[in-house]
């Protein structure tokens, strides 16, 4: 295959997004519809990636292309950028593109008569730039850069509407959150290079399978993996800094949808894949309990949220956990499943919330809304397949990359003993399906109907969306059943995008002595073995779970908020210390804003005593002194030195009178001192 071609379409795909972006912005003060060039940009670049996702289709399972130029270049020194063809690269950039470019669409209307509407599109071109670069990297500095391009534009887009408070704070919140995160990233790329002296991913498995490690410790090659993992809990909002995602809805609606479905949060979990053979078997096993807290902690949350958006953002970070524990049990392929899967059907969430909010005229609490399948049909269609999805049901892509988690957890339990993962997926899959259902059936079923017309009755008609909404909906709808992904509805390890990767199921990485198969006490051939009989042997017993969980979710909404026979007042006052813990988001915020904002107030104000006080009373104090020392050089000056010159001069004048008395000009008186001496002389002399 030629790589040049490859990396021509490449340039392409990569640079159209950032062309739109530039373009829009020069032509918004001469047009107002400057946005269609950011539209036509996006075209080309959905165009250019489904052209490198076709010409390599029948190889993806063994692509592996890298096309790299000397960046800058120093004695002993080269920083290199490029582009990796594989599969995880080629699927995710055109998966990247059809999503950003749906998104883009269904802004043409969501965002029409805002004041800044070609900024917005100039903005989402930049995030899909910024991402595209992360995607087809073939190394961790170019993917740097382009990480903290993707902080910047996320900044930009979620507080778009930056004069009001809440979305500028959000932005803000979000930034720095990320800056933790992305600390932590720069340290562990550096000590990659310091022991590599690359930062190019074959460069780096060449030295693993070599031998070399960071400090000739395995202990480093942990620390490395977790530092690297750092900016991944940072750009996916892993735990701990998680709530920065949730606030982040306080930007446009499609913008939630391109950052929970193709970019900033894919970006972290997309990293790890990427990196995966380098991380140790602790790293993994801190990957793990990391994203178990992660998927865990966010589902307890969302059922007690009443804006439409915050459920769904706390749905993404229970989704996001879910695949982050699975790369950490060795499910690599399953996770980048996950991934995909769920790209699609977080977005039409969160665009089919778009909707809602639009057709309600910017309402966006559910206790507000009811009854809405009436008057927006094509917008429930889509939600109820995605609710489908996401909870895991048969015959949707959900299903099938849900499953294929859930089977890892249990393949991992049956090999080491340890079932808590097990446990927190299995659980995550039902409070997924309690609270979404919940969603779907007070916003378009049941709920606050009486509400919804009474708002009608006072002239605000709610409408279904325009065509240019309603379709990116219909096509990710039809994105999130199980034909696109594999056949089988019941498994998607023989569909194209598994076969594809080639390391779905197994995901053993390469070999080396430092990963996750030291756990099961064998050989890696012998782990590889025994992951492959229980994959088997777990599948069907995991979905039976799976689907079970999911019912028994779907089964509790339905008696709650469908058949409504159970009084949800009775039970919040009954549990009310367990439901404003949930519903305070476990008061993760109010401690960070004790232990981080408080703290760091504190530390400022003691830091301004400490300068206050002392720096600036040692700078006062050696003026003080330094004014007492010259006042003393003064005295000394005036009264010594000068007294001194001044006496010289007094006395010199004193001569010079006495002097003057003797220099009449008169002869007589010269001759007369000529006598005069001439006697004291005899007389002086006489004596002698």
Not at 53 to 62: F, S
Not at 587 to 594: S, T
Request: with cysteine.
């Amino acid at each position: 295959m030629n790589s040049e071609f490859l990396s021509t379409i490449a340039i392409i795909a990569l640079f159209a997004p950032l062309a739109g972006f530039v373009s829009t912005l020069l032509l918004k003060k001469w047009t107002k519809n400057a946005h269609y060039a950011e539209m036509f940009f996006i075209g080309v670049n959905v165009v250019a990636a489904g052209t490198l996702l076709v010409m390599t289709a029948g190889d993806l399972h063994t692509l592996h292309i890298i096309s790299s130029f000397n960046w800058i270049q120093f004695p002993g020194i080269t920083f290199e950028l490029g582009f990796q063809f594989d599969s995880l690269s080629i699927i995710l950039l055109f998966g990247v593109a059809l999503i950003s470019f749906l998104v883009h669409t269904f802004s043409l209307q969501y965002m029409h008569g805002d004041k800044r509407y070609s900024r917005y599109f100039a903005y989402l071109g930049i995030f899909t730039f910024s991402m595209n670069g992360i995607v087809i990297t073939n190394n961790l500095l170019m993917m740097y850069i382009f990480w903290e391009l993707v902080g910047l534009s996320s900044y930009l887009l979620i507080g778009f509407w930056f004069e009001k408070t809440s979305a500028s704070d959000a932005a803000k919140k979000a930034f720095i959150a990320n800056r933790f995160g992305d600390f932590g990233m720069l340290a562990g790329i550096l000590l990659v290079f310091v022991t590599f002296g690359t930062f190019s991913f074959d460069g780096i498995k060449e030295g693993l399978l070599s031998g070399i490690l960071p400090f000739n410790s395995g202990f480093w090659l942990s620390v490395m993996g977790v530092l690297l993992f750092c900016g991944a809990i940072g750009k996916s909002a892993q735990f701990p800094l998680h709530v920065w995602l949730p606030d982040a809805m306080e930007g446009p609606t499609p913008v939630s949808a391109l950052i929970h479905a193709a970019t900033m949060v894919a970006a972290g979990v997309y990293m790890v894949i990427k990196i995966y053979f380098l991380l140790s078997a602790d790293a993994l096993l801190v990957i793990a309990i990391i994203g178990a807290l992660s998927a865990l902690i966010p589902a307890t949350i969302a059922f007690t949220q009443y804006d439409i958006k915050k459920v769904l953002a706390y749905s993404t970070l229970s989704q996001l956990g879910l695949m982050v524990m699975a790369i950490g049990l060795g499910a690599f392929g399953n996770a980048f499943f996950h991934l995909m899967t769920h790209a699609f059907f977080k977005a039409g969430l969160f665009l089919a919330a778009g909707s809602v909010i639009y057709g309600m005229h910017h309402e966006q609490d559910i206790r507000h809304m009811g009854g809405l399948k009436k008057y927006m049909p094509k917008t429930f269609l889509a939600f109820a397949i995605y609710t489908l999805a996401i909870s895991g049901v048969p015959l949707t892509s959900g299903f099938m990359s849900k499953d294929a988690i859930l089977n890892a957890t249990m393949i991992y339990g049956s090999l080491t003993g340890n079932w808590i993962f097990a446990v927190v997926g299995f659980g995550v899959t039902f409070l997924t399906a309690f609270y979404m259902f919940r969603l779907l059936f007070r916003v378009f079923i049941k709920g606050n109907i009486t509400g919804v017309e009474h708002h009608i009755s006072h002239g605000h008609k709610v409408h279904e969306s325009p065509n240019v909404m309603v379709v990116p909906l219909l096509v990710l709808a039809a994105l999130s059943l199980f034909p696109f992904f594999s056949f089988n509805p019941l498994s998607g390890e023989n569909g194209w995008l598994m076969k594809g990767m080639n390391f779905a199921s197994s995901a053993v990485p390469d070999g080396l002595r430092y990963t996750f198969m030291a756990l099961a006490g064998t050989s890696v051939t012998g782990y590889t073995e025994s992951y492959f009989e229980a994959s088997h042997h777990y599948h069907y017993i995991a979905m039976a779970l799976s689907l079970l969980c999911a019912l028994g979710g779907f089964g509790l909404a339905y008696t709650v908020y469908f058949k409504e026979k159970v009084n949800t007042e009775t039970y919040k006052a009954k549990f009310r210390p367990v439901y404003t813990f949930l519903y305070n988001k476990w008061y993760f915020d109010e401690l960070y804003e004790v232990i981080i904002v408080k703290f760091t107030l504190l530390t400022s104000r003691v830091l301004f005593w400490f300068d206050a006080t002392v720096v600036d009373g040692l700078v006062n104090l050696t003026a003080f002194l330094t004014r007492k020392v010259s006042d003393l050089g003064g005295l000394f000056d005036k009264y010594v030195v000068d007294g001194f010159v001044n006496f010289t001069a007094m006395f010199t004048g004193l001569i010079g009178l006495f002097m003057r008395k003797l220099q009449t000009g008169k002869i007589q008186t010269y001759v007369a001192f000529i006598v005069v001496s001439i006697v004291l002389l005899f007389f002086f002399y006489a004596r002698q």
